[in-house]
C-alpha cells in the first residue's frame, strides 16, 4: 500500500510568514509615507506656478488681473488655461488681487483645508516659495 503525502503549510509557517510580511509593510509605510507628503507639496507648488503663468498672461491681454469676482475661473473662459486643478488634497486653490503695491497669490490651505499649519497641512502660496 501506498503512502499518500499531503503537502502544505503548517499553521505556524503561515504565521510566521504573516508577521515578516506585516513587518515589511510597516517598514515600507513609515519610509514611503514622508515622500508621498513632500510630493503633494510639489506638487501644489507647481500647479501654483501654472496659475501664475496663465495670470502674467491675462495681464499682459487684458491690462489687469481678475477681480476678486472673477477669481482664477475667469482663467479659463479667457483660454489661459484648460482647467482649473485642484490641489493634490481635492480643494480648489485660492486667488487674492494685487491690493495697492501688493502682488497677487495663488494659495491652497494643504490636506487640512485650514488657514495654517505644519508639514503637510502647511498653507502653500505663490508669495512664499
Request: charged share 25%.
Amino acid at each position: 500500500m501506498k503512502k499518500i503525502l499531503k503537502s502544505g503549510f503548517t499553521l505556524l509557517e503561515l504565521l510566521i510568514v504573516i508577521v515578516i510580511l506585516g513587518l515589511l509593510v510597516s517598514l515600507v509605510s513609515i519610509n514611503v509615507l514622508p515622500t508621498l507628503s513632500k510630493a503633494y507639496s510639489e506638487t501644489a507648488k507647481v500647479d501654483i506656478s501654472r496659475i501664475e503663468q496663465a495670470l502674467v498672461m491675462y495681464k499682459i491681454n487684458e491690462g489687469n488681473y481678475p477681480s476678486e469676482d472673477e477669481g482664477i475661473s475667469k482663467l479659463v473662459e479667457g483660454g489661459y488655461l484648460n482647467k482649473i486643478p485642484k490641489d493634490p488634497w481635492g480643494n480648489e486653490y485660492f486667488y487674492k488681487p494685487p491690493q495697492n503695491a501688493s502682488s497677487y497669490e495663488v494659495y491652497s490651505l494643504g490636506a487640512d483645508a485650514k488657514e495654517g499649519g505644519d508639514g503637510e497641512n502647511a498653507d502653500i502660496s505663490s508669495i512664499t516659495k
